[in-house]
């Protein structure tokens, strides 16, 4: 059973580009949950999704920041016109349940 | 709301020796709480976690925590520590029952082996 999928590792993208960030759960899990780390800090709660719903956006930005996890294929945090302060590394989780979350490796992006 | 503080942003110890990360909670209902290690550009791994039952947790790689209430604490243990625990650790609490979704993190400890 194959882990958490994030893709790209690594994103470089120019200031006012678009990024856009895949995560495949695991096999059986229904729950995704996005997170973002800032140097030096502990990773932030962004958005809580299940199978094409929605259910905790409570720490997403209002503007730019959108995240969907559609019926089929992977979840994907998308990032519009991006700035430097969007730099950090961004994790997606999974889980079976609510109680405990399995992380990706993360994505790396770097505004230019 | 839940927060999270970890005491001391880097911890060295000297291998073979007790490893002790400290983490206290707040929260307004019973807390689910959790211990992450992250290696250098790795995602988060779980150590172990705690949800109701016993307060003494046992979790991976020898390490285990114990929820005290009446401090507010979940401090991570180690006997003996060796040069591959060094990583970056994390504490989480989660709301039980209905409450917010997502795991607050503390800031993170970095800890240090020395040979």
């Known amino acids: 059973n194959a882990g958490v999928m994030q893709n790209p590792r690594h994103l470089v993208r120019r200031r006012g580009q678009e990024a856009r960030l895949r995560c495949s759960p695991m096999?059986?899990?229904?729950?995704v949950y996005w997170y973002r780390q800032l140097p030096e800090e502990g990773l932030k709660f962004m958005v809580y999704?299940?199978?094409?719903?929605?259910?905790?956006e409570s720490g997403m930005p209002k503007e730019r920041f959108s995240a969907e996890f559609p019926k089929e294929g992977p979840s994907i945090l998308r990032i519009q016109q991006v700035v430097r302060g969007d730099s950090a590394a961004y994790f997606c989780?999974?889980?079976?349940?609510?109680?405990?979350?399995?992380f990706g490796q993360g994505t790396r992006l770097t505004v230019v | 709301a839940q927060s999270v503080t970890q005491l001391g942003s880097h911890v060295s110890v000297s291998e073979g020796a007790l490893v002790l990360l400290r983490c206290n909670y707040s929260s307004s209902v019973p807390p689910y709480l959790f211990w992450y290690v992250q290696y250098p550009n790795q995602g988060l791994q779980l150590l172990l976690k705690y949800t109701t039952g016993a307060t003494l947790v046992k979790g991976i790689n020898g390490f285990e925590a114990e929820f005290k209430k009446s401090e507010t604490s979940f401090h991570l243990t180690k006997p003996s520590a060796h040069m591959s625990d060094a990583a970056e650790y994390f504490c989480?609490?989660?709301?039980?029952?209905?409450?917010?979704?997502?795991?607050?993190f503390g800031k993170g400890t970095h800890l240090i082996i020395q040979p």
């Open positions: 096999k059986g899990h229904s729950h």
């Open positions: 989780a999974s889980s079976p349940i609510r109680d405990e979350a399995f």
């Open positions: 989480a609490v989660r709301e039980s029952g209905g409450g917010a979704d997502g795991l607050t």
């Open positions: 999704l299940q199978k094409e719903n929605i259910i905790d």
